[in-house]
């Protein structure tokens, strides 16, 4: 495990991402501290995922310098990033769980990172009493602890989220990085579950990072937004130093996306 020494954040300074003649981000400088709580904020195609990408190394900027607790993205071979991506726990937008097979063992792949392959189809195939009691601790944290041998494709789609959430913990994380995890779920479970992330946060003195649509719960739970905007930051600052007229400009539709909407609705 990186020790606590390396652990300085997350750094991009001037990165910029292609991906064939779209721009995701542009000139973007901006860090995340250990242990603090951010959320990304923008409309749809802003930049947000692509962020959270990049901090979780599964892309490389196409310029710029990302730096990931210490270590240089560009200057690490595949081996040395696989090892700094186990340890930084992500949540996708779809959760990418596995429906057919149990709770268990969608949380015990949160480690697959960390073992060989043969150790990982071991856990699959045979998971040892430990490992089952390690996860039923996690998912009691997160209120789930009788779906433990349920299959996930039974579960509701909050239940869904909290497996997810359970098997980032269980990679014991130095980092949380979660895009957009609260998009499926009714506000009641929304707000629960980033009350739960955070918390867990800041119980464990970890970084999370979180991309959110809803900004009522963005400004509820995270005292510092960063604000993007066709792959530009607009703003980076204390949650309570925006302004309302600034939130409405982040989302404000120009006269071009307003005619790209009016033509799909047509």
Known sequence: ????????????????????????????????????????????????????????????????????????????????????RSEIGFIPQDLSLVPNVRVLHNVLSGRFGKQSFIGSMRSMLLPRKREAIDVHAILERVGIEEKLYHRTDHLSGGQQQRVAVARALYQQPIALLADEPVSSVDPARARDTVELLTNIA??????????????????????????????QVVFDRATD??????????????????????GEQS
């Not at 990408?53 to 595949?78: E, K, M, T, Y």
């Open 1 to 84: 495990m990186i020790q606590a020494t390396q652990q300085n954040g997350f750094q991009l300074n001037g990165v910029t991402v292609r991906f064939g003649d779209t721009v995701a981000l542009r000139d973007v400088t901006v860090d995340f501290k250990d242990g603090e709580r951010v959320g990304l904020v923008g409309p749809s195609g802003s930049g947000k995922t692509t962020l959270l990408r990049l901090l979780n190394g599964a892309i490389r900027p196409s310029q710029g310098d990302v730096n990931l607790h210490g270590q240089h993205v560009q200057n690490l071979s595949v081996k040395q990033l696989r090892r700094i």
């Open 202 to 231: 800041e119980q464990q003195h970890i970084t999370l990072c979180m991309s959110l649509h809803t900004l009522s719960l963005a400004r509820a739970f995270f005292p510092r937004l960063v604000g993007l905007r066709h792959g």
């Open 241 to 262: 130093d925006i302004t309302d007229d600034e939130f409405t400009e982040l989302y404000r539709l120009s006269d071009d996306e307003l005619l790209e909407d009016g």
